[in-house]
């Protein structure tokens, strides 16, 4: 009887990697997944603030899913003439999740430009690309106008601002119509003059306003987008303008 010689092709051993290679542990940078360029002044009634993701990675690039206390700060590093901190309903500190977090509720008040950075329990940092901040709905108006004046003589100029409820002047709007009217001897119910003006970045400008005679007088401005019982009503300062 003849004898058939069977051979079978080798089969590779399966090499497994130790677990701590596939499980990072531990925290060597902080990496940022998510950070906005813009967004809006807000609070309590407004659509919510810039929203900043980020995770904790090895040096080898993997998420620490691991890390379930670390806690991560944000802060201010440069900000809009000086002003360094967020407002009062912020929430600048986050803890992690599996390596990860979202802070879904960072609100900023003043319009301008931000740096921010974050970093976290262990002391890692990193800075974020700068946001911009602009104003929000339009809500109330404000006035500068002088204090004196001379009778029958031009008083100086008036600015009436729109603006959003923490006072960020509204810069896109160019439509809104100002209405101004000047009141004598504390009558505030008919003025003795009235003037309009087209707001132009969020400001209208009066000039060339005459007081005829030597009294106390006060200036009145309303605008066309908001209502009077919505704050669309702004008063010259509570002394008045004194003409002499």
């Given at each position: 009887m003849s004898r058939r010689r069977i051979s079978?092709?080798?089969?590779?051993?399966?090499?497994?990697?130790?677990r701590e290679l596939l499980t990072a542990t531990v925290a060597s940078h902080l990496v940022i997944l998510s950070s906005p360029t813009s967004g809006t002044a807000c609070g309590a009634g407004h659509n919510l603030g810039?929203?900043?993701?980020?995770?904790?990675?090895?040096?080898?690039g993997k998420v620490v899913t691991s890390d379930n206390s670390s806690t991560v700060t944000l802060s201010v590093v440069k900000g809009p003439w000086g002003y360094d901190e967020f407002g009062p309903c912020s929430f600048p500190s986050m803890p992690v999740q599996q390596g990860e977090l979202q802070f879904s509720q960072v609100t900023f008040y003043v319009a301008g430009k931000y740096t921010v950075k974050a970093t976290d329990s262990s002391g890692l940092s990193v800075t974020l690309p700068p946001v911009t901040i602009v104003a929000g709905p339009a809500e109330q108006l404000?006035?500068?106008?002088?204090?004196?004046a001379?009778?029958?003589?031009?008083?100086?100029?008036?600015?009436?601002?729109?603006?959003?409820?923490?006072?960020?002047?509204?810069?896109?709007?160019?439509?809104s119509?100002?209405?101004?009217?000047?009141?004598?001897?504390?009558?505030?119910t008919t003025p003795i003059a009235t003037y309009q003006a087209t707001v132009v970045d969020g400001v209208a400008t009066f000039k060339g306003i005459v007081a005829p005679a030597?009294?106390?007088?006060?200036?009145?401005?309303?605008?066309?987008s908001l209502p009077p019982s919505f704050g669309g009503v702004g008063w010259s300062q509570q002394a008045g303008i004194e003409v002499a």
């Open positions: 079978a092709a080798p089969v590779a051993a399966e090499v497994l990697e130790p810039p929203q900043y993701k980020f995770a904790l990675e090895s040096a080898s404000a006035m500068t106008a002088p204090s004196t001379e009778a029958g003589r031009p008083l100086g100029t008036v600015t009436v601002s729109v603006e959003d409820k923490y006072g960020n002047v509204v810069t896109g709007d160019n439509s119509v100002v209405s101004l009217g000047l009141y004598a001897n504390g009558n505030t030597a009294e106390n007088y006060r200036l009145s401005a309303t605008v066309s």
